[in-house]
């Protein structure tokens, strides 16, 4: 949702029970995620596009030697037509963790593999969209393993 309307944004936040949404993290281990984004192409394919495909390549095979257990949601992922973008979440302390670990080290690890890169401007933004890709990559791997749900939340934009 866009809105420039002051008095329209203050409403959508109003209508959020913070210390419910911490409860329930807390409780039913829920995770709060933005609702994806979806695109016409495939998550692969729409990175392909704008990015450096190699660089998402790298990411995914230093996840799977970093993290076997994301092999078995790799393919599903990349194809998949709908992304948790924006890196923003509200989720468990354990949970949060667990998903920044493992997004930092496999981007660490990417940073020593891929030493010398000469990006254009928007290019430059690629390690940011590559954390997007693996928190998604981690949410469905999560979905799966761990007794964990996901709870959609429309995103409100303002200005």
């Known amino acids: 949702v866009s809105t420039k309307d002051l008095n329209t944004f203050k409403g959508c936040i109003n209508q959020i029970d ?13 995770i709060y995620v933005p609702k994806p984004l979806s695109f016409d192409v495939s998550i692969y394919k729409q990175y392909a596009n704008c990015c450096n ?8 095979e230093i996840a799977i030697e970093l993290y076997p257990a994301v092999l078995p949601f790799v393919p599903c992922f990349l194809r998949s037509k ?11 302390k354990d949970y949060f963790n667990e998903l920044y670990g493992f997004v ?12 010398v890169l000469h990006y254009l401007p928007y290019q430059a ?35």
């Not at 210390?19 to 829920?30: L, Q, Y």
């Not at 495909?53 to 995914?60: F, Q, S």
């Not at 949410?139 to 409100?156: D, Y």
Request: glycine share 2%; proline share 4%; hydrophobic share 50%.
């Open 104 to 115: 930092f080290n496999i981007l660490f690890a990417f940073e020593k593999a891929r030493k």
């Open 125 to 159: 933004r690629d390690i940011s969209f590559l954390a997007e890709r693996l928190c998604h990559l981690w949410f469905e791997c999560a979905r799966a393993t761990k007794p964990i749900q996901l709870v959609e939340c429309p995103i409100v934009f303002y200005g």
């Open 82 to 92: 709908n992304l948790y973008a924006w890196n923003i979440c509200i989720l468990r």
């Open 53 to 60: 495909e190699v660089d998402l390549a790298t990411a995914i």
């Open 18 to 30: 913070l210390p419910s949404v911490f409860r329930r993290c807390k409780s039913d281990r829920v």
